[in-house]
């Protein structure tokens, strides 16, 4: 059973340190490579569906989250305010606990046509949220969080096709990492739950619920309806995944939001000339960056899909005499894009530099038969296959279209 707390640090993808302080966890330089191309896919994808990227800062004014509802229903799980200035200029800033207020007086701050709309808003963006040390852990429970968050906003009409739209995105992207959804789950308020957790608004709720149900019946997608896991603000659609213990998490969502378009006082200019209200759909593909490498670290056990591995390609020269050979073979691969290395026989001897870079998918072996003939090398494959030697060219160009495809098969179909 595979624990990404375990295989991170074992294969230096990430750390912690005390002074640093607990769920605030550093990215090593492999780390960093498998969290990019990660964020790189996630904007591609979102790119082709037609979003737009924004950039927002991680403090507000606590004003804004007291117009969002956040500080009323949220603030047990936000870091205290800092105070500045001095006087009458005294104000406090909060670091944020959700991008969607931010997102909200991006949308306000210019006029709108209905004609924009649908106008798809998204952002990769850092948050932060006071969780309590006990329930800490590796990379699934921070308190710096960067979550790929998106905010839709739309008329009436448009509000179910955007949420059916976005849970095709989630699916697509979960083919392209290998990651299964469990279930998909309708998270309802607690029936009759008080101190203030959630809005109240009931003809909301219902709207909102009556919208997503629709959501998740046209996409034929089975569900369960969960009390009491709802976000403040309304209900949601949580696409729930297990780690290797079987234990459930939350790694994407879909949410109907009518709530934050009224306290923000959010419009567009309809085709009769008039100012009507968008819908706010939120949406994100793959929650937090940081609990999406633990489950594909847990996943694939380190072993990354080529265009997710850190390395993609090794060089093993078996002897310094093929030093020559493996550079150019090195250069080849970083011209085409490739994360390639060279480990040579400085490291050790071939049998231990093999088991070394165990779980880089591709590696180049280069002996005197292969430098002989001056462009051959010899492939190993990380599943222990060994397709034979191939020119270094064809090698260089298999490995760029299986990463440009982002499958996980290694050679010929697998």
Same mark, same amino acid.
């Given at each position: 059973?595979?624990?990404? /707390?375990?295989?991170?640090?074992?294969?230096?993808?990430?750390?912690?340190?005390?002074?640093?302080?607990?769920?605030?966890?550093?990215? $090593?330089?492999?780390?960093?490579?498998?969290?990019?191309? $990660?964020?790189?896919?996630?904007?591609?994808?979102?790119?082709?569906?037609?979003?737009?990227?924004?950039?927002?800062?991680?403090?507000?004014?606590?004003?804004?989250?007291?117009?969002?509802?956040?500080?009323?229903?949220?603030?047990?799980?936000?870091?205290?305010? !800092?105070?500045?200035?001095?006087?009458?200029?005294?104000?406090?800033?909060?670091?944020?606990?959700?991008?969607?207020?931010?997102?909200?007086?991006?949308?306000?701050?210019?006029?709108?046509?209905?004609?924009?709309?649908?106008?798809? !808003?998204?952002?990769?963006?850092?948050?932060?949220?006071?969780?309590?040390?006990?329930?800490?852990?590796?990379?699934?429970?921070?308190?710096?969080?960067? +979550?790929?968050?998106?905010?839709?906003?739309?008329?009436?009409?448009?509000?179910?096709?955007?949420?059916?739209?976005?849970?095709?995105?989630?699916?697509?992207?979960?083919?392209?990492?290998?990651?299964?959804?469990?279930?998909?789950?309708?998270?309802?308020?607690?029936?009759?739950?008080?101190?203030?957790?959630?809005?109240?608004?009931?003809?909301?709720?219902?709207?909102?619920?009556?919208?997503?149900?629709?959501?998740?019946?046209?996409?034929?997608?089975?569900?369960?309806?969960?009390?009491?896991?709802?976000?403040?603000?309304?209900?949601?659609?949580?696409?729930?995944?297990?780690?290797?213990?079987?234990?459930?998490?939350?790694?994407?969502?879909?949410?109907?939001?009518?709530?934050?378009?009224?306290?923000?006082?959010?419009?567009?200019?309809?085709?009769?000339?008039?100012?009507?209200?968008?819908? !706010?759909?939120?949406?994100?593909?793959?929650?937090?960056?940081?609990?999406?490498?633990?489950?594909?670290?847990? /996943?694939?056990?380190?072993a990354f899909p080529v265009w $997710?591995?850190?390395?993609?390609?090794?060089? +093993?020269?078996?002897?310094?005499?093929?030093?020559?050979?493996?550079?150019?073979?090195?250069?080849?691969?970083?011209?085409?894009? +490739?994360?390639?290395?060279?480990?040579?026989?400085?490291?050790?001897?071939?049998?231990?530099?093999?088991?070394?870079?165990? +779980?880089?998918?591709?590696?180049?072996?280069?002996?005197?038969?292969?430098?002989?003939?001056?462009?051959?090398?010899?492939?190993?494959?990380?599943?222990?296959?060994?397709?034979g030697a191939v020119p270094a060219?064809?090698?260089?160009?298999?490995?760029?279209?299986?990463?440009?495809?982002?499958?996980?098969?290694?050679?010929?179909?697998?």
């Open positions: 059973m595979h624990d990404h /707390r375990r295989l991170g640090r074992e294969l230096d993808l990430f750390d912690t340190d005390p002074l640093m302080g607990a769920g605030l966890p550093y990215w $090593l330089p492999d780390g960093a490579v498998v969290r990019h191309a $990660l964020e790189e896919y996630i904007r591609e994808a979102e790119r082709e569906a037609g979003y737009r990227h924004v950039h927002s800062p991680v403090l507000g004014k606590r004003e804004l989250y007291e117009i969002s509802g956040h500080w009323d229903h949220y603030s047990d799980d936000m870091f205290p305010p !800092m105070d500045l200035g001095g006087g009458s200029g005294t104000e406090q800033l909060v670091l944020r606990p959700s991008l969607c207020p931010h997102h909200a007086l991006i949308y306000r701050s210019r006029s709108h046509s209905y004609r924009e709309l649908p106008f798809r !808003m998204a952002e990769l963006g850092g948050m932060y949220r006071s969780e309590l040390s006990g329930v800490l852990g590796g990379l699934t429970r921070v308190r710096a969080i960067h +979550l790929n968050d998106a905010h839709i906003f739309c008329t009436l009409d448009q509000a179910v096709d955007e949420a059916r739209a976005a849970l095709e995105l989630i699916a697509r992207a979960y083919a392209d990492l290998g990651i299964r959804a469990v279930r998909h789950r309708l998270s309802l308020p607690s029936e009759g739950a008080g101190g203030g957790k959630y809005i109240a608004d009931p003809e909301l709720w219902r709207r909102a619920t009556a919208l997503l149900r629709e959501v998740l019946d046209g996409s034929g997608i089975p569900y369960e309806a969960a009390e009491g896991e709802a976000a403040f603000y309304g209900p949601k659609i949580d696409v729930q995944i297990a780690d290797p213990a079987g234990r459930e998490s939350t790694l994407s969502t879909v949410q109907i939001d009518f709530h934050q378009p009224e306290r923000f006082d959010l419009h567009y200019i309809g085709p009769d000339g008039a100012k009507h209200r968008p819908v !706010m759909v939120h949406r994100s593909i793959i929650g937090s960056v940081e609990r999406a490498v633990a489950h594909l670290i847990e /996943r694939h056990g380190g $997710l591995a850190p390395v993609q390609l090794v060089i +093993l020269p078996v002897s310094d005499a093929q030093t020559e050979q493996a550079e150019r073979l090195l250069h080849r691969a970083l011209d085409r894009g +490739l994360r390639a290395e060279l480990a040579g026989p400085e490291h050790g001897t071939l049998g231990a530099r093999i088991r070394a870079v165990r +779980l880089v998918p591709y590696q180049a072996v280069i002996g005197e038969r292969e430098a002989a003939d001056g462009e051959l090398v010899a492939v190993r494959l990380r599943d222990g296959r060994k397709p060219a064809e090698l260089v160009t298999r490995i760029a279209a299986r990463a440009a495809a982002r499958g996980t098969e290694l050679w010929d179909g697998r």
